[in-house]
């Protein structure tokens, strides 16, 4: 029965990111029935323990989607954005979508652009390379400023087994500097590549590309500065989609996330099944 106990822990442990957040947020699920089960005698005690262990654990090894961990931080909200803020980024989220990058971008059946980029210890890393090894997944995040983006890497990583395991291989452009996308690397536990699209060069050939308006530029550059994290010459009115593709081997894209709205992100589940179902 011991031995089952530490069974129960060790597969919470490997299964998630940060076990004790985790274990936290599913204990309060079961706390009502921990201390009712405390009344009952020795033998039945630790049989009911067994159970709510057992089922704290199936709880947690059924995290959230990564949709619903996105909404909660929406919801969660900043005390730093005001009503007026918020209105102004729900204003440029609108003037993206009304710009047609969305229609314009590279979709599926469109063949990927070749690119060779640097990771943040400057080893080069070419598209037709990885194409050799199996499909790719390639994915954009804008920043490691963006909390979005950092909720989003994480659930890739927490899927990469999944991803290796159908033959692919995960790659992340982001315009951020070597020694940023290193910081959100090493943030992350990032195991995957992650390459700097320097000046946004690989996203402008996947069509990418969008303009912020002026009142989200002006916003941002009160909480951070664009040109500290992706460089002058990238501009500070200038940031790619948070796209993803599925790559296949023969160069062309089949598979795509394509969205105005930098809250919403590729579900990690919905790659895995296409890619099992393409094996």
């Not at 989607?65 to 929406?74: D, F, G, I, T, V």
């Not at 536990?189 to 060069?201: G, I, P, Q, R, S």
Request: charged share 30%; hydrophobic share 45%; proline share 5%.
């Amino acid at each position: 029965m011991g031995l089952e106990l530490i069974r129960i822990f060790s597969i919470r442990k490997r299964a998630l990111i940060d076990p004790a957040d985790s274990l936290f947020r599913a204990s309060r699920k079961n706390f009502s029935g921990i201390f009712q089960v405390l009344s009952d005698s020795p033998l039945e005690t630790m049989k009911k323990l067994i159970a709510l262990s057992l089922a704290s654990s199936i709880s947690l090894l059924s995290a959230d989607s990564l949709a619903e961990k996105l909404k909660a931080r929406a919801a969660q909200g900043s005390p730093k954005v005001t009503p007026e803020i918020k209105a102004e980024f729900a204003d440029g989220i609108e003037a993206v979508r009304k710009s047609g990058i969305v229609d314009q971008a590279k979709k599926v059946g469109d063949k990927a652009p070749e690119f060779t980029l640097k990771n943040a210890l400057g080893k080069e890393v070419s598209l037709a390379d990885e194409l050799k090894k199996g499909p790719v997944v390639l994915t954009w995040y804008r920043g490691g400023w963006c909390p979005y983006c950092n909720i989003a890497m994480a659930a890739m990583q927490e899927k990469l087994p999944e991803f290796k395991a159908a033959g692919a291989s995960l790659i992340a452009l982001t315009p951020e500097l070597p020694d940023k996308a290193l910081t959100t690397i090493e943030k992350n536990k990032l195991e995957f590549h992650v390459l700097t699209d320097l000046n946004h060069e690989v996203a402008a050939d996947f069509g990418l590309v969008f303009k912020l308006t002026p009142e989200v530029e002006k916003r941002y550059r009160q909480f951070f500065d664009l040109k500290e994290f992706n460089g002058a010459e990238a501009g500070t009115d200038r940031l790619p989609l948070a796209a993803t593709y599925v790559i296949g081997q023969d160069g062309t894209i089949k598979w795509a996330h394509l969205d105005a709205d930098y809250r919403a992100r590729a579900e990690p589940a919905d790659i895995v099944a296409f890619l099992q179902n393409k094996k």
